[in-house]
């Protein structure tokens, strides 16, 4: 059925104000905006500043106006016209100081500040920026440039200065864990374990399981200074107070932060190594080989437990342990070296077991002979 002039006409017109009514229609704002995107991506940023400031004078929405108007000062940054784009970037921290691209603003203008401008202002102008926008996305880039700016001046006493400071300004802020950790890593940094360790525990407690992003690295580091300070025993305790939260999930994803498989590895090494505890090392080893499934210290693990069998007589243990390893993780660079602790056991893969392998067990038993013999 043939559509007449009229009824077009009013459909047309119909769609059109649906398009108003939508934002989509086509006005000032929308016009400079497409106008500044294409000369931005072509490299003409000194016309692309032209249509943002444009943008910026147009009726849009507040909104829009202040992202024309931050964008207005980065092409201007692009263009080479440093002081302009300072003024630009000032300008939006002094009429729209609470938009949501103030923050952004306000780093920006202090990072121009340190590449063309006065280092000591820059420093200035960044802690500004973290203490004003503490919860932004750049604060924690601005966090790390205070800590380098910091190390230049100075030693790590500099370093603490500042993180003190910072941490007194931003009490509530979500920033304030990484500087409570910063601050513990600034402690070590200088020798001082003991505060340290601490620290590190203070970390964890204040910001813990599981929303504290540094909750396991925290006691990592605690548990480090404590074996740096010959407290094996409390560096397991450390350890094993992560270990507490490990859970598993029951749907897609997992659980498992990043530390949790090293730190039980460590607490075999730490038995083993410090404690000679064959024991309790093989028991910590053969955790990660059950509780931590998809990490890639499970081979080094099951290796290690084979080898304390070994070395304390125990050949059934060692057998099954290098029988688990063949059957499980066949491409493991142990399977093929199996047979040297188990010679009943063989690697049927066509791989030999590689030379420093195979020092690495007879430099040990040459070791322990050694040691029996005294």
């Given amino acids: 059925m043939p559509i007449d002039r009229l009824t077009l006409q009013f459909s047309i017109g119909a769609a059109f104000g649906l398009l108003i009514a939508c934002g989509g229609a086509p006005d000032a704002y929308r016009a400079a905006e497409a106008r500044a995107v294409r000369a931005y991506a072509h490299g003409r940023y000194d016309v692309a500043a ?16 202040n992202e024309a108007a931050y964008r207005h000062a980065v092409s201007l940054l692009r263009a080479q016209r440093i002081g302009e784009a300072k003024t630009a970037l000032q300008r939006i921290l002094t009429r729209t100081p609470n938009s949501f691209r103030a923050p952004r603003a306000a780093y920006d203008l202090a990072r121009i500040e340190m590449r063309h401008g006065d280092r000591a202002k820059a420093i200035e102008l960044t802690r500004r920026a973290l203490v004003r926008f503490p919860n932004s996305g750049p604060a924690r880039g601005a966090l790390f440039t205070l800590i380098a700016e910091a190390r ?7 370093v603490e200065s500042t993180l003190r400071d910072l941490i007194d300004r931003v ?3 979500a920033i304030r864990e990484q500087l409570s950790y910063q ?41 480090e200074a404590a074996e740096k300070t010959g407290r094996p025993r409390a560096a397991i305790s450390h350890l094993k107070q992560m270990l507490k939260e490990q859970e598993p999930s029951h749907l897609s994803g997992s659980y498992q932060r990043p530390r949790f498989a090293e730190a039980q590895y460590h607490i075999g090494e730490l038995y083993r190594d410090r404690l000679k505890d064959a024991a309790g090392a093989r028991s910590a080893f053969r955790r990660v080989w059950t ?7 499970r081979d080094d693990a099951k ?19 290098g029988k688990e390893l063949i059957n499980e993780l066949p491409d493991s660079r142990y399977a093929a070296c199996v ?31 050694s040691t029996s013999s005294e």
């Fill in 50 to 65: 032209e249509h943002w400031a444009r943008a910026a004078a147009s009726d849009a929405s507040l909104r829009d106006r």
């Fill in 152 to 158: 230049k001046d100075g030693d790590e006493k500099q």
């Fill in 171 to 173: 009490p509530k802020a």
């Fill in 183 to 223: 601050l513990g890593r600034t402690f070590a940094a200088q020798g001082r374990l003991a505060d340290a360790e601490r620290q590190f525990l203070r970390v964890a407690k204040q910001f813990p399981y599981p929303h504290g992003a540094l909750w396991d690295d925290a006691l990592w580091r605690a548990a």
């Fill in 291 to 297: 509780n931590h499934p998809n990490t890639l210290l």
């Fill in 303 to 321: 290796w290690a437990e084979a080898r304390l069998a070994h070395a304390t007589g125990d050949r059934d243990g060692a057998c099954a342990a």
């Fill in 339 to 369: 047979h040297v602790l188990c010679p009943n056991v063989r690697f049927t893969r066509g791989r030999e077991c590689r030379g420093y392998i195979l020092r690495e067990i007879r430099d040990a038993q040459s070791s322990s002979t």
